[in-house]
């Protein structure tokens, strides 16, 4: 497997023959469950009844490989590289059929805190660009392991659409000399319409313009460019965004098991890009933010126009319906 640029969107596409998933089975013993043949590389204090609460390990088949020189070169017009880079298996929670939507709220903010320890230490790494936290869950949505965890992924370039929101966040910024997602969320906590929930700094909200059906977005209610800093240094606000992602978790469960989830973060800036001015404002003009997209198969087509995204319910009753689902405390 290779990366290669699309010379005219500027994407990073990982490309090459796939061998599959041959060896495994489904009726195999999970692998997170035990302690053989993982390699583990951090983890969170103990759990009652566990000798952990979160833990972070490497992918057992990497799209990633921290080892290696990127050889990035040209061909022609085309650029391409090997796949460099970290990938790495968030481990939410040392029981099976725990995850978030399920867990405590302390259980949470483990897994978030772990998080936000393995997005610094990554990008201490002068090759690393940009460091992703997603998630995906159900069958439809290309769940990869049925034990209750995330994926973290290191790479040496800023996917597409965090540059998108880089590009936009600077313009806003340049002309208005504010953050365009701190006026975002004051003007939805004015407007009162899309606003799911507020719990302490952090409020979930669907976006005025939703790419799918009941797309809902979590975002600290004071300005802050990179969540690894919220998770390492403020442990009461990760107690609230614990609460929040949790209820919100759950909201979007009534209306569909699956879904994606994905945190946007600011770039790393340890090691700036000479090329590119993103990272010289990016604290003032960036917000980080978790993104949830939940996959409705009933409405499918909203997933098919890509070029522009269609939404067949809009924010406004999709947040109506979250708000009055009914969800554990």
């Not at 298996?89 to 320890?117: C, G, Q, T, Y």
């Not at 979590?218 to 403020?234: A, M, Q, V, Y």
């Not at 933010?289 to 924010?315: D, G, Q, R, T, W």
Request: proline share 8%.
């Amino acid at each position: 497997m290779e990366l290669r640029k699309d010379p005219i969107t500027r994407s990073w596409v990982m490309t090459g023959d796939d061998p599959g998933d041959a060896g495994s089975r489904p009726d195999a013993p999970c692998p997170f469950c035990s302690d053989s043949s993982l390699h583990v590389i951090a983890k969170t204090p103990n759990t009652p009844g566990a000798s952990w609460s979160a833990r972070s390990v490497v992918h057992p088949r990497p799209l990633y490989h921290i080892e290696g020189e990127p050889g990035r070169r040209g061909d022609g017009l085309y650029d391409r590289m090997q796949s460099v880079g970290a990938h790495e298996v968030l481990i939410e929670n040392p029981n099976h059929d725990r995850h978030l939507w399920k867990a405590s709220d302390e259980d949470i903010a483990h897994f978030l805190r772990l998080a936000a320890e393995r997005i610094l230490d990554l990008k201490r790494d002068p090759r690393i660009k940009y460091v992703s936290l997603f998630k995906d869950y159900g069958p439809n949505a290309g769940q990869e392991f049925s034990h209750p965890t995330s994926q973290l992924t290191a790479t040496l370039f800023v996917p597409r659409r965090v540059l998108y929101e880089l590009r936009a966040g600077r313009e806003y910024f340049v002309g208005k000399e504010r953050c365009v997602f701190c006026d975002i969320i004051q003007q939805e906590e004015r407007q009162a319409q899309r606003v799911i929930e507020v719990r302490g700094d952090y409020l979930a909200l669907g976006p005025y313009a939703p790419r799918v059906p009941y797309e809902t977005w979590i975002l600290p209610r004071n300005h802050d460019s990179s969540f690894e800093r919220t998770g390492l240094n403020k442990p009461g606000l990760r107690t609230n965004l614990a609460a929040l992602l949790r209820r919100t978790l759950q909201r979007v469960r009534t209306v569909t098991e699956d879904f994606h989830l994905v945190l946007h973060t600011s770039p790393s800036s340890l090691h700036p890009s000479k090329n590119l001015g993103y990272w010289k404002t990016i604290d003032d003009d960036y917000h980080w933010h978790i993104e949830i997209l939940p996959v409705v198969p009933s409405k499918a087509k909203s997933y098919n126009f890509k070029e522009v995204y269609y939404s067949p319910v809009s924010s406004e009753t999709a947040v109506r319906q979250l708000r009055e689902a009914k969800i554990e405390g």
